[in-house]
């Protein structure tokens, strides 16, 4: 089984995030990146699934600035096989409909069976990179995913919404993302950091993928930020020290904010 | 005047609260029509209508409610080509950014996700989004196609404006496509509470809390008020408290009317999932922690003497 993992540098969580001025796209330069949190529970499943089943092999795949190789060697340490960094000066201000055209191309590209992402980013938290690519590349979306198992051609992954568990099946290939509940990741091993140093590690731009410069970046996007500000600090604000009454106290106070 | 197509929740005879939300501001763009995949109930309808929803367009077909996201996609793709739409609301519940997302793929539209306002200005769709973690407030617009836009629950006031809209079937067409299968289905949360994003009351706790079993002083408060309960992370990775009521940035956004923090210290990823409250109340023993720079009233003291006695004075006030 081939499986394709999408992993994204974000914004350290620690640092703070800002929008560039000049263009309203996340100031990457103004934070430390890092691969995202959740993106590593999708590399921790994918290297579960490859433990049970023989001759499988993991790819991890980035789309993001130069400094993104830096996420993707991570992955390697974890023990994935193969990295493809897609990387091209266009892409900069890429919404999510031209990254998941994108990475459906590379994806496309390097041939997969399963395709594993993170349910969410960080940074965009936009949740919906697997639809995205789901869509794209005509497979089922079994997205959501507490749980993943593989059984010959067929998929069964354990789905939780907002209103329902469910028990999903789908024919491979497909789309699956993965939901933090799911494992818990692995650090990488020292061996494993070693071994990351000679794993293949290929960079893909537009041209090689055939995508016209025009259908990404910042010029192709269909939305556009319009302004933004920082939030104002909040108002008046009251602290107490508990000197036996300050229950009675919030009380008061909820009563005062009509919340009681 | 264009219409606004709204995807509907529903159980059986209710209507999701956040689904008059997204009604009520569906009514600035255009003409509100209600999407409900089923079979909706008369008292469906007329809630519905009593929000403003000019039609109800029902897809009463098992492939739309088996198949995950695709079915739902295939079905408002067919409605915003074959009707002048101006725009489609969603809840910001995972599932539906889902259906967001691929929906704008397949009409090249843009996708705004988490909106927290929805506006019409000089004919143009503007939505304000918080982002960063609420650090961040943001005014974004589709520039191409029929704008797709997740609004967070109690982003808005619902507000009645009766009409009683016809209800018309949604033609649904087998997309011959390969899609996920949903076998089986068991509904979360049977009990009394609301759910945790829509509830305008949240009452979280975190490590300060001590232990599983004293949950129950949490949960108690936030029936005091009617409310849903969270926890912090460091209460879902000691298996306090379910993961799903983890609050923050690997957990669940919330925007309630009223967040009560009880021994949580308010780490910035915490912060990221209810720093929108409209009100935040802090009751924690360390004067230092950073929870107290977003408390509109904070509570230097043991969580353990001061909720049992909030939750007696809400009692006593209550009558
Ligand atoms: C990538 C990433 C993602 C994360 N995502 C999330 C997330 O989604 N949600 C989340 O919550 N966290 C998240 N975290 C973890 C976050 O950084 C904090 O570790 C976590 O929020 C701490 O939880 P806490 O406030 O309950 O615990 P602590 O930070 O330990 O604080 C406990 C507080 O309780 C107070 N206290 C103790 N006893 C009492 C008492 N008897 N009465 C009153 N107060 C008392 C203490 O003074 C202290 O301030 C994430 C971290 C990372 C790195
Ligand atoms: N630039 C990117 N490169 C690789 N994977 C990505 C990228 N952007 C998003 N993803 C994947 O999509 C998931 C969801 O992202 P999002 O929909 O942006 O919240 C992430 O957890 C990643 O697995």
């Known amino acids: 089984m081939k499986i394709v993992v999408c992993v994204k540098q974000v914004p350290d969580t620690w640092s703070e995030k800002r929008l560039d001025p000049a263009d309203q796209t996340l100031d990457r330069a103004a934070a430390d990146g890092v691969i995202d949190e959740l993106d590593t529970y999708a590399i921790e499943e994918a290297l579960r699934l490859k433990e049970s089943q023989d001759g499988s092999t993991v790819v991890v795949l980035a789309m993001g600035p130069a400094s993104a190789a830096e996420t993707l060697r991570k992955a390697l340490s974890m023990g994935a096989d193969e990295a493809v960094h897609v990387v091209d000066d266009a892409l900069h201000g890429s919404d999510a409909l031209a990254t998941s055209l994108v990475l459906a191309k590379a994806i496309e590209r390097i041939g997969y069976d399963l395709v594993l992402l993170g349910s969410e980013s960080t940074d965009a938290r936009m949740g919906v990179m697997a639809a995205m690519l789901a869509e794209r590349l005509g497979v089922p979306q079994a997205s959501l995913a507490s749980a993943v198992a593989v059984d010959g051609p067929t998929l069964r992954v354990t789905r939780v919404t907002s209103a329902a568990q469910e028990e999903v099946e789908a024919t491979l290939p497909a789309v699956v993302s993965v939901l933090e509940k799911i494992n818990e990741p692995r650090y990488p091993s020292f061996k494993g950091i070693m071994a990351a140093k000679s794993k293949p590690t290929s960079t893909l731009s537009l041209g090689d993928l055939s995508i016209d410069p025009s259908a990404v970046g910042l010029g192709a996007a269909a939305t556009k930020v319009l302004d933004s500000t920082a939030r104002p600090p909040r108002g008046e604000r009251t602290v107490i020290k508990d000197e036996g009454d300050a229950g009675a106290r919030v009380a008061d106070f909820l009563a005062s904010r009509k919340l009681l | ?319």
């Open chain 2, 1 to 319: 005047m264009p219409e606004v197509l709204v995807l509907i929740e529903h159980a059986d005879d209710t209507v999701a609260k956040v689904s008059l939300e997204l009604l009520t501001l569906a009514r600035r763009l255009g003409t509100p029509v209600a999407v409900v995949v089923g079979a909706p109930s008369p008292s469906v309808v007329e809630k519905l209508g009593g929000y403003g929803a000019s039609v109800v367009l029902s897809a009463d077909d098992e492939r739309v409610a088996s198949s995950v996201t695709a079915g739902v996609v295939g079905l408002l793709a067919s409605l915003v080509s074959s009707r002048d739409v101006a725009a489609v609301l969603l809840p910001s519940t995972p599932e539906a950014k889902e259906i967001a997302g691929r929906l704008a793929v397949r009409l090249d539209a843009g996708v705004l996700t988490d909106a927290v306002d929805v506006t019409s200005s000089d004919g143009q769709v503007v939505v304000e989004q918080s982002v960063f973690g609420g650090s961040t407030v943001v005014h974004a617009t589709a520039t191409r196609g029929a704008p797709v836009i997740t609004v967070r629950p109690n982003s808005v006031t619902p507000e009645e404006s009766p009409t009683s809209p016809s209800v018309e079937t949604a033609p649904v067409a087998d997309d011959g496509g390969r899609h996920a299968k949903v076998v089986s289905r068991s509904p979360v949360r049977a009990g009394g509470r609301p759910g945790l994003t829509e509830a305008s009351v949240v009452v979280a706790g975190g490590r300060g809390v001590g232990a599983a079993e004293k949950f129950a002083l949490i949960e108690e408060l936030a029936d005091a008020l009617s409310g849903a309960v969270g926890a912090s992370r460091a209460a879902t990775d000691a298996g306090w408290y379910p993961h799903a009521a983890q609050v923050g940035q690997t957990g669940v956004t919330v925007a309630p009317q009223l967040y009560i923090a009880c021994g949580i210290s308010g780490a910035i990823q915490h912060r990221a999932g209810m720093q929108t409250a409209k009100t935040i109340v802090a009751i924690n023993k360390d004067a230092e922690a950073p929870i107290f720079e977003l408390a509109d009233f904070g509570v230097v003291g043991d969580l353990h003497t001061v909720v049992p006695q909030l939750i007696a004075e809400i009692h006593a006030r209550k009558g």
